[in-house]
């Protein structure tokens, strides 16, 4: 399993980028896949994911702004990032979060991306 992010990039306050991540490798066991990002110092923070059923969920600092979508195909994801602010400068990870299920037990896998960086200036 791979994913592949692009789109990030230097842009103003105000202004917007849409970040893409192609996962590679079975997507059956997709449960979700979703965007994270990290600020130089800081932990790295959930900033939106989707669900295998569509149900998508976001940081409450990016809500209203963000929009994650993804492919019919279900191996990409994209994440439209409008009205960005300085704060929103990070590294941004895409994640893929499968669920194998035997009939033992059900194992959980998390996967990243390279990550692609985000500035946004003042």
């Known amino acids: 399993v791979q994913l592949q992010a692009s789109g990030g990039g230097l842009v103003q306050a105000g202004g917007s980028l849409k970040l893409s991540c192609v996962t590679s490798?079975?997507?059956?066991?997709?449960?979700?896949m979703g965007w994270y990002r990290q600020a130089p110092g800081q932990q790295r923070d959930l900033v939106a994911s989707?669900?295998?059923?569509?149900?998508?969920r976001y940081a409450d600092s990016v809500k209203g702004r963000f929009v994650i979508a993804r492919d019919i195909a279900g191996s990409t994801i994209t994440l439209q990032m409008n009205s960005l602010k300085p704060e929103d400068t990070a590294v941004y990870f895409c994640?893929?979060?499968?669920?194998?299920?035997?009939?033992?037990?059900?194992?959980?896998?998390?996967?990243w991306g390279q990550g692609t960086e985000v500035t946004v200036s003042s």
């Open positions: 490798g079975s997507i059956s066991s997709i449960a979700a």
């Open positions: 989707i669900t295998r059923s569509g149900m998508k």
């Open positions: 994640n893929r979060h499968d669920l194998v299920a035997t009939i033992e037990r059900t194992t959980e896998f998390d996967y």
